[in-house]
């Protein structure tokens, strides 16, 4: 069996490219980047074509690593738990059949499946987590990584059940095999020994933990990357805070957008920040208090319980500290709720009816005027938003003493005022409660719908619309239309919208919102249907005269009629809206084939990032694509796209230095003629300047395109010289559909047979049938 899981990664990857499968083979030496680093967004997107990729071609230890690796994701930089709980198991069963059983991978399905119960509530399954980890310790070498990722684990588990003493001894036993067994420890196993060093109060010790490991670590040849770096920080940050040297802890402590960005340094953050506080050196003010209560409704829904819980109860302290008293009810209140989600609540019940005992004896505030005005008044004065609440909550306190109905106006302002602080899940529930004494408030059932989706809820949202099918079946299909495009679901948002028009023809959003969705079906004529549909419903032109409504309607909308029309190839409405724009076209028919400036086409590619591809604007809505691409991007060399109206880049200041090669940057939305190239790659020792001219000028003329991707940096090896170095090229062929390979080989031959040191371009000569020895002679000589 093999036991080297990254050696097993480059054989894999390895016979992937060879076989032809090189977005998987990419995906495999890629998505653990993306996983342990927090690039969520090019995780989500390369996984599920990479998963589907593993499946179709029967490899399941490659679906073994995908998965893991993107629970990993889940787990520690989303702090998923109850969210990513049917995949733990269901990853755990299917690391363990038997055709499974031996990748080196899926011990690993073990560490997240306790993961996921550590962030449900690690004290309560602290028995569970300790029988699975300790069977898969037995049957682990020391020097395999899944040991050390395992014993880590293994001390977090004794640290949940109150024993950091045994969790740090645990660690040395660990790290003693691990040496002997002829490996180190990784970064990561600092963390878990600073964490219990940290809980014994050892906080200088803890420090000198994390001197010492990044010393080995780099010492070994590594190098911190972001990731590593911001986790120090802010371990750092704590350990300083905690030893009172305060001025230090704030120079580390990360930025708080740093921390919303990452919710694996959340915690310790919110810790060294509680101190600090506690010392005066940082501002306990309602920005702080929202940003935590934001943090927790992540976790909660995530089904975190336990560190929602315990962002709860330092949230709570720190707003009994500003005298908070609605915000920090909230808080208990929320703690309430969680505590029904634990499995074990000792320690932890008891903090929760403090934080309310307390929250429940701050007084509440006078109000400056009658509870019918003050909406008013909080428009007029705008006071802290916890003062705000305060308020709020006084005048609704007051009315159900008097045994009176709470008014909807002064609920709506709570909730608005809550949502900014960050309490969503309070906001539903009292619009929930609201709506249940007061059904037919549209505010507050569009205020209520808005929230639904915005937290995902999906059965909330089947539920509210049920409640008002009813009385407003247009109502009802436009709040399912708009939480099927929150979900991707562009086929129910059109079947949605369909049914919210036939009760409300004249609907101008929701033929904006059908719309957008058939664009996104790729369905450019039902989308150019409905904005005509929709730009004869808005006013009429000849009435509206300079009146604001109708630009507001009319400009966009016609750009979204231009871009649906060129994607239809309906080029009389393309000279049609864009007259109505002002635009002047050279020809009165036809195609718009014009060249108008260069632009910049923002696409995805396969692993998910975005990148800005120079192109050349032949119209109001479309660009031929400059550069010559690989199979990274579903786009090529001489490709015209279409691309939506807006610019998504921002323009610089007149007199900025960037001012001059500024380039508007549009969103690719579907490729409208391929230009058909095929790209391969040239590599070797850089041509002198007038060679290389005249070799891309002949290549140009024979219809092929080339585009360097090398900068100055890029050097090769010089066969004659071991101890030197030559400038190289590295750069990419566009061939035409107009030439076959063995064409462009042979053309390729003859151009670059004077030059000083040669080309080689073997996948090229290997599509053309050529001998491909020459190219392989090549590459080894220079190094390339």
Known sequence: MTTDIWSWVQDTHRQLAESGQHRLADALVEIAGHAVEGRNEQLDAMFPEALASARALGLPWV???????????LLNKRHQGEAAMSEAVSLLEFAHREETASCPQSVCAVQDFTICHANIDGPGYVPERLAVLEEALQRVEPARACFDCLSREYADTLEDDGRPADALAHLDRAETRIRAAGERASLSFAHSRVSALHRLGRHQDALDAFDTAERAYVAAGNRLDDDDRRKLAVGRALQHAALGRFGTALELLPDAEEADRYPDIRHRWAAAVELLVAAGEFENDAELGGRLASWAGESDLAGSHRPCLDLVLLAGGLALGRGAREVALTLARTGERKLGQLRSTAGVAERVAALRAAAEALPHPELPVPAEELPRWLGENQPDPETGADLLAAALAAAAAAGERPDTVLVVNLATVLGVLGHTRAVTELAWNQLE?????EYLTGMLGQLLIDAEDGEGVDRLATRIAAADPADAHWLRARWAAAQGRWEEVGEQCAAVLAHSPDAL?????????????????????????????????????EDEQHRTVQGPDLWHLVTAATANRDWAAVRAAGARLGIEFDTDSGPVEEEWQLVEVRVRRANGTTTDLPALRTGPATARVLPVLGDDIDLNHGDVVVFAPAVLNDRPE??????????PVFEHLTLLDPAGYTTYWLDGGRPAAHDWHALRDALREAGHAVWVYSGDEYRIADPADPDGSLPGVYAAL?????????DTDALLTTLTAGLAHPLAWPALAEAAGADTARHEKIVDDYGL
């Open 63 to 73: 679906e073994v690593f995908l998965r893991h690796w993107r629970l990993q994701n």
């Open 437 to 441: 004494l007061d059904p037919g408030h």
């Open 509 to 545: 959003n929701t033929r904006r919102l059908a719309a957008s969705a058939a664009t996104r079906r790729g369905e450019h004529a039902e989308a150019q249907r409905l904005y005509e549909e929709l730009l004869a419903h808005a006013l009429d032109p000849a009435e509206a005269g």
């Open 654 to 663: 007149p007199g900025d230095d960037e001012a001059e090669d500024w380039r």
């Open 734 to 742: 566009g061939v035409p559909p107009t030439a076959t390979a063995a």
